[in-house]
């Protein structure tokens, strides 16, 4: 998922062209990984581009923000404006957002108190994330490396720095030769791949993990939830075990990246005949529709841009 450079980033408060949104090589979130960040769609529909979730997107941000002490200063009215100002000024119909708010450069030291905020929202067009995609379905891996522990870095908590626990899981799933890896915690439970979280489908129904497995508490996986209830598909919200998802009937992915991808091979065994199974492909299909306004049920769901203009 490389990114094609747009015209403009919120940076500061301002927009800047693209080239523009530098920053100084001895920023502290560089070097220590103080910052907390959101991952956002923007999807076209029929009433123009809309942002989904972005209110529970942006309430994550704060409360990441707040985990690390980093003062975001500006409202959450503010930045969900910033947000739908990037894809208008960018003239985006679909896309993914980015926005980051981090410790910048005053110190080397490990304490951030001196240190000024910035904080930025990208926005650009982006398709699939995963290889196989959301279509065919990816292969992933059980990865050596552990999941971090929550008692040393809250999972709930979307910083910077902790990717580098993805980053290995992930370098050394595609060394193997997989798209993706899923990581177990310290208890040996499942916890979730390097950017998305998992659903198990078993005798008609979902089963999915919570914050005590170390994860993080996906906006998709809650909408997930929601539209499965809404297809009177059952979800249990429990621990995960490696037989859990070695003996699936389905699996699948769920995030901001990834939307839903079904799983079709885990550590070379085929799940599902490596097919989309059919429950991962209702709560797919609803999930698409939910994301383009098609469904008036959850329209609350999305942030339209142009609206945003008018009102
Ligand atoms: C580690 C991790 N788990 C799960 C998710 C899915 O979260 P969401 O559905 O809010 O994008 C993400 C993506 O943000 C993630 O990075």
């Known amino acids: 998922m490389g990114f094609t450079p747009t015209e403009s980033i919120w940076f500061n408060g301002r927009l800047v062209p693209w080239g523009d949104a530098k920053v100084h090589v001895l920023a502290h979130g560089l070097h220590y990984g103080t910052g907390v960040f959101e991952g956002m769609r923007c999807y076209a529909t029929a009433d123009g581009p809309a942002v989904f979730r972005l209110d529970a997107h942006l309430d994550r941000f704060f ?118 890896a899923l990581l177990l915690n310290s208890r040996g439970e499942v916890s979730e791949g390097s950017g998305e979280n998992l659903f198990v489908v078993k005798d008609g129904g979902l089963l999915t993990n919570d914050v005590d497995a170390g994860i993080l508490m996906g906006v998709t996986r809650a909408s997930v939830i929601e539209l499965a209830k809404g297809l009177s598909i059952p979800t249990r919200v429990g621990p995960l075990s490696v037989e859990d998802v070695l003996g699936a009937d389905e699996l699948f992915f769920s995030g901001t990246a990834v939307e839903v991808t079904p799983i079709r091979e885990v550590d070379g065994r085929v799940i599902s005949e490596g097919k989309p199974g059919p429950i991962t492909r209702r709560i797919q299909d609803t999930f698409n529709q939910a994301v383009r306004g098609q469904l008036p049920q959850y329209r609350q769901w999305l942030s339209f841009v142009r609206q945003a203009v008018t009102s």
Request: aromatic residues 10%.
């Open 63 to 180: 409360q990441s923000a707040a985990l690390y002490e980093l003062t975001i200063p500006y409202t959450k009215d503010a930045l969900a404006d910033a947000a739908l100002e990037v894809i208008r000024a960018n003239k985006l119909e679909s896309a993914y957002l980015r926005p980051i708010a981090f410790f910048d450069a005053a110190t080397l030291s490990v304490w951030t108190k001196e240190c000024p905020v910035t904080v930025a929202i990208a926005g650009y067009p982006s398709g699939a994330y995963l290889a196989g995609g959301p279509d065919r379905g990816t292969r992933v891996m059980i990865s050596s490396i552990r999941k971090f522990d929550n008692a040393a870095i809250p999972a709930w908590g979307k910083a910077c720095g902790q990717y580098i626990n993805s980053v290995r899981a992930v370098q050394e799933a595609q060394r193997h030769g997989f798209d993706e």
